[in-house]
């Protein structure tokens, strides 16, 4: 399956995990971060989850990012 085919939430938990990966934290960390809990992080980046406009405005400022720039490419 290419990246054009996939799923949107599995699109949204990969580029969760890229970024995560690109900043050093664990999935605790970022949960910490964007004050989820921890067992969200996974399932965000598994694609399990269909995540609210907040859940993507907290995940935005924990990368400390643009919402724009986080949902970026996944068209």
């Known amino acids: 399956m290419t990246f054009a085919n996939m799923d ?5 938990g990969k580029k969760v995990k890229e970024l995560r ?3 050093g934290l664990s999935q605790e960390g ?5 004050e989820l809990d921890r067992t969200y992080i996974p399932s965000i ?6 995540v ?11 990368f400390g ?4 720039e986080l949902l970026k490419g996944l068209d």
């Open 8 to 12: 949107i939430r599995k699109k949204f």
């Open 21 to 23: 990966q690109a900043k």
């Open 30 to 34: 970022l949960a910490h971060l964007a």
């Open 45 to 50: 980046e598994k694609g399990e989850r269909n």
């Open 52 to 62: 609210s406009i907040e859940v993507i405005q907290k995940l935005s400022v924990a």
């Open 65 to 68: 990012i643009k919402i724009s």
